[in-house]
């Protein structure tokens, strides 16, 4: 109820983005719970619901896509599994875990999902990966050749209490203190490549 209320909110502000509303923690553990929280998100407004797992979430993603309602993937570190991940760690550092995120990626693809974050795992990997699909990679912390990046709003303002990700800028730094300012360095840091830099990247 609470993503959908936000969903909603979003959408009544927004004229031209894509809206992409996440299913919560919970909520898509069986294909038709998905669906039914989907409907809920897309009439709230969302264009896109994304869900995060691997190649156990397939015949989800399928049952969706074929009802007409459109997927975005999230694969790497997934924050609603951060427990079982033991912490915000990187993803993907060895070889087997790497082409098994391939994998998960080529399958969930085939599945009918049209868009895929990719949090935290190496440059190297974020590049194979949207090397590999024909769908659009977004990332957070997966290097500069993703399709193209997002971070977390409270990150790139830098209100991060206590550590912060390797793959996070403080875009207010420099500014004249404005959101409007930090969003628009961001952006234009994004369009010019100049982020993620090396620094950023695992």
Known sequence: AEVAYHTAAVARRSKNAMIVA???????????????????????????????GGAWLADTVKFLTERSVPVCAHLGLTPQSVHQLGGYKVQGKTLESAEQLKADARLLQDMGASLLVLEAIPAALGKDVTDLLGMPTIGIGAGPDCSGQVLVMHDMLGV?????????????????????????????????????APEHCF
């Open 22 to 52: 996440d299913l919560p923690f919970g909520s898509y553990a069986t294909p038709q719970a998905a669906f039914d929280n989907a409907v809920i998100l897309m009439q709230a407004g969302a264009h896109m619901v994304k869900l995060e």
């Open 160 to 196: 991060f209490p206590g550590h912060k990700a390797k793959f996070v800028k403080n875009f207010m730094d420099g500014q004249v203190g404005t959101i409007e300012g930090a969003v628009t360095a961001y952006v234009d840091a994004v369009s010019n490549r100049s982020f993620p």
